[in-house]
């Protein structure tokens, strides 16, 4: 019956432990590297005087990242998956190599962007993977496992990159990532299946795919302007360029997204919803949580940091024994139950800041984090099969790429939000804290619209289920 069911021991054993290894090196690649980056870089561009391009290396990444993950299923399709995937790690290899050893910051965001273009495609395939490499009973077992591998990731990159940049370079925090990936390319090989590409002529969608990278580069830079009025008008002009290229790619004969991609009348589209505001929620914290620790409540960046990762740790915490639900009707709820714990997170943070609550302000962290690790393996898992065999590919694909998207919108949406509310003129802690609950407070009404489309994604798959 336990192997009906699909157990732990099917996935971390043959014939499947080397298939979760591969996928979870490939998860490692791209979540090691966020925090390895992200803790090395203010030292990178200390030593080669480049503050002014801070920003801007972030922004590269993402933007490339973004656009290659949405092609992601397009290159598997046309090289298969085991050329696209190895592929894409000797290019986000040769990224990093570019990185460490720039001598200059525009040489930095050479490497950056050789590193987004591969990790998009990493991101984009192993999710196709997860759900194309094991039988149905495994994948929650699977995102589970990949959970762990985030929050270790989360806990662990910020101390290595630290320690790293302190006793040896901060390019060694770059050129860690060549060894991973050379074992991660040389799994891939051995272990993703040959496949014959499709014939005929290969392209890419450059019109669409350029759209969807100047919409990214537009809110990127919505985050750092200081002016709330452009910042509003960047996020303005980035709405329609993404809301056009979902629809131009609707009618386009070689399609990025399913084609119901968002759409409020199907499963996919509503998860996709979900998908992508659930990351514009949780940016709120991401982005003012440990700063907020620090200046409002005098803690020192390790105990701020420790806060901060509670979400994380609370993430993989919930995901390993919510992946042993079997009954559909159980997990529908927990789709739902996510984007709910996220709303009551939100609001548990901003009446902790308000009332000096240090106990209110772990258990909504960790309610923020369950929410994402009782929902998001379930949540991917249904649009996946809802997207069908002709689709999948691409659904799965888009999956992360939505996620980075909804990661970097919330980011902007928050600092407009925090700038409207009054955060940088803030004359007084009580007028701090007052724009404090104003961002969290329009974080959770993020939440309650995830929580909406949760239910509409867990409605029509429960019809689906029982015409």
């Known amino acids: 019956m336990a192997e009906e069911r699909g157990s732990w021991g099917e996935v971390l054993r043959p014939p499947y432990l080397a ?63 085991r050329l696209a995937l190895a592929a894409a790690a000797m290019v986000f290899m040769l990224g990093s190599v570019v ?36 039988p149905i009973r495994l994948v929650p077992k699977v995102f589970g496992v990949e959970a762990v591998v985030w929050a270790i990731a989360g806990f662990g990159g910020p101390l290595l990159a630290g320690a790293l940049t302190q006793y040896i370079s901060w390019r060694a925090a770059f050129l860690v990532n060549v060894p991973v990936a050379a074992i991660f390319i040389a799994l891939v090989l051995w272990i993703v299946p040959r496949a ?97 620790l620090q200046k409002l409540w005098g803690f020192t960046p390790t105990l701020a940091g420790a806060i901060g990762a509670i979400m994380a740790l609370s993430w993989s915490g919930a995901a390993i024994p919510v992946a042993n639900v079997e009954t559909a009707s159980n997990r529908r709820l927990l789709v739902c139950a996510g984007p709910l714990l996220l709303m009551l997170g939100f609001t548990g943070t901003s009446l902790a800041f308000r009332y000096d609550l240090l106990p209110l302000m772990i258990v909504a962290q960790l309610a923020v984090g369950s929410g994402f690790g ?41 600092g407009l939000v925090a700038n409207l509310a009054g955060f940088t003129r803030a004359a007084s802690r009580d007028d701090m804290i007052l724009a404090v609950m104003v961002v969290f407070g329009v974080a959770a009404s993020l939440a309650v619209g995830a929580f909406l489309a949760a239910i509409r994604t867990t409605t029509l798959a429960a019809r689906a289920a029982n015409p």
């Open 374 to 414: 009782v929902t998001w393996g379930f949540l991917n898992q249904t649009v996946m099969e809802a997207a069908g065999d002709g689709e999948r590919d691409r659904a799965s694909g888009l999956l992360p790429t939505v996620q980075s998207a909804g990661y970097a919108v919330g980011g902007a949406v928050t």
């Open 196 to 292: 014959s590409p499709e014939p005929g002529r290969f392209s890419l969608p450059m019109t669409r795919l350029a759209i969807i990278g100047v919409g990214i580069m537009l809110v990127s830079l919505a985050s750092i302007t200081r002016d709330v009025r452009v910042s509003a008008a960047l996020l303005a002009a980035a709405a329609i360029l993404l809301t056009s290229a979902v629809l131009l790619d609707r009618g386009g004969r070689t399609r990025l997204m399913p084609r119901d991609a968002f759409s409020p009348r199907t499963i996919v589209g509503n998860g996709l919803w979900v998908v992508l505001l659930m990351p514009m929620a949780q940016s709120a914290s991401t982005v003012y949580l440990v700063l907020l």
């Open 99 to 134: 990185a460490s050893v720039a001598t200059t910051m525009p040489e930095v965001l050479v490497g950056r962007a050789l590193q987004g273009v591969g990790q998009g495609i990493v991101a984009g395939l192993v999710s196709v993977l997860t759900i194309e490499l094991y």
């Open 19 to 81: 298939t979760t290894a591969t996928l979870c090196l490939g998860v490692a690649l791209y979540a090691f590297n966020t925090f390895l980056v992200g803790t090395a870089l203010p030292t990178a561009v200390q030593e080669l005087d480049g503050r002014a391009l801070i920003s801007l290396s972030l922004t590269v990444y993402l933007v490339f990242a973004i656009m290659s993950g949405a092609s992601s299923a397009l290159l598997k399709r046309r090289f298969s998956a």
